[in-house]
């Protein structure tokens, strides 16, 4: 598995409670350009529309030996998963405050997969308690190493 992009803001925006692996729906020259790594998902997100769930605000950069056969770089992609969790999914949806947000693009075997995960939004005081936590943690691991010498 080779990690192609990620989405390091998601944890600190969300509280990430089911993560899942899709497919994507792609056309030939957007394969290559997510092989060479040109892929940002750091404003995408994930809506359900007509009983399926798509991406939007990936981009996906043109591939630069392409010609008429690239494709809009921000265009909607269909994301491939099995009806019973796209089911599951619409139903944790449709619940307030939580919504699917897309925190990893990798490549499994020959096929690209994104990871996406079901968030609650974070308030500010939560976002605040995560930092203390962080900083709690950097001291202690600072204090252990110090110790060991």
């Not at 600190?12 to 940002?40: N, P, W």
């Not at 998963?81 to 139903?91: A, F, M």
């Not at 974070?122 to 605040?128: A, P, Q």
Request: net charge positive; proline share 2%.
């Amino acid at each position: 598995m080779k990690i192609i992009a990620n989405n390091k803001k998601a944890k600190h925006d969300y509280f990430l409670e089911d993560i899942l692996e899709a497919g994507i729906a792609l056309k030939g020259t957007e394969v290559k350009s997510i092989r060479e790594g040109k892929v940002s998902i750091k404003e995408a997100y994930c809506m359900v529309q007509g009983g399926e769930i798509y991406i939007y605000g990936m981009h996906i950069s043109p591939y630069k030996e392409g010609n008429r056969h690239n494709v809009d770089p921000k265009r909607t992609r269909k994301l491939l998963l099995h009806r019973r969790e796209i089911n599951r999914l619409i139903g944790k949806t449709a619940e307030k405050g939580y919504s699917l947000i897309p925190t990893k693009v990798y490549l499994k075997k020959r096929l690209v997969k994104v990871e996406i995960a079901l968030g609650k939004g974070k308030k500010l005081h939560d976002k605040r308690q995560d930092i203390l936590e962080k900083e709690s943690k950097r001291k202690i691991d600072r204090a252990m190493k110090e110790y060991r010498w």
